[in-house]
């Protein structure tokens, strides 16, 4: 299977007019090969193909784009039989996305493995534009909470809240938990501390063992939101 991802990177770009560059926002489309060798009987691997540069964001010239480097590349797309990519519209969409556009490059029809997280973000987008207002910037709010958690959150007081108690939320042994990555024991706290009513328990933990890793919009939404 073929899997691409695309982002805005800062670029140096020559400008005929003037001969010297400047730096713009260019479109880069990273190309990853998922293949199984069954001539060696080998295990999936991952390669990476490399990086190509679209026209511009669409879908079409993103999918035009990808099938032109595979070409490049000399990949016999004949056995191609997967494509995947983020959920983003322009990946999707049902006529001009990039994965139809290749589908119709290759003329078939093929697996296509989407991921959902952009999916997942949207709720969470819409929740948060409900409690505290649209965004002003990428690191700014423009709601009363969104500007409280601009401050230094872990200073502000904890107020009192009832918990939802949860009767089959399994409780994970010591050794388990600290096999978890920072996020996951992160997760896991609050998941406790909201279940048990216990947040003053926890933000000691939290403060020592994962303060680093953080933000303050994280701890934020979580002190103001239960």
């Not at 060696?40 to 390669?47: P, V």
């Not at 190509?52 to 797309?77: E, F, I, N, Q, R």
């Not at 969470?124 to 709010?141: A, I, M, V, Y």
């Not at 009192?160 to 399994?170: E, K, R």
Request: one cysteine or more; charged letters at 20%.
């Amino acid at each position: 299977g073929v899997y691409f991802d695309g982002r805005k990177d800062s670029t140096a770009v020559a400008r005929e007019s003037t001969g010297g560059l400047v730096s713009e926002k260019v479109s880069h489309c990273s190309i990853v090969l998922h293949y199984r060798d069954t001539e060696h009987e080998k295990k999936k691997e991952g390669h990476y193909v490399g990086f190509t540069t679209p026209a511009s964001g669409s879908g079409v010239d993103v999918g035009a784009s990808v099938s032109k480097h595979l070409t490049d590349y000399g990949m016999d797309t004949t056995d191609l039989e997967v494509l995947g990519c983020d959920g983003t519209a322009s990946n999707t969409g049902l006529q001009e996305g990039a994965l139809r556009h290749l589908q119709r490059i290759f003329k078939r029809a093929m697996f296509l493995v989407v991921c959902l997280l952009h999916h997942v973000e949207l709720p969470l987008r819409h929740l948060f534009e409900g409690l505290d207002g649209p965004t002003t910037g990428p690191n700014s709010w423009s709601g009363p909470i969104g500007k409280l958690v601009a401050t230094d959150v872990w200073e502000l007081p904890i107020g009192s809240f009832d918990p939802i108690p949860v009767a089959d939320f399994p409780q994970l042994p010591d050794d388990v938990v600290a096999s978890l990555s920072n996020d996951a024991k992160y997760l896991y706290s609050i998941c406790l501390a909201v279940i048990q009513g216990k947040l003053h328990s926890i933000r000691h933990e939290l403060l020592q063992k994962h303060e680093r890793q953080l933000s303050n919009r994280q701890f934020g939404w979580f002190l103001f939101s239960i």
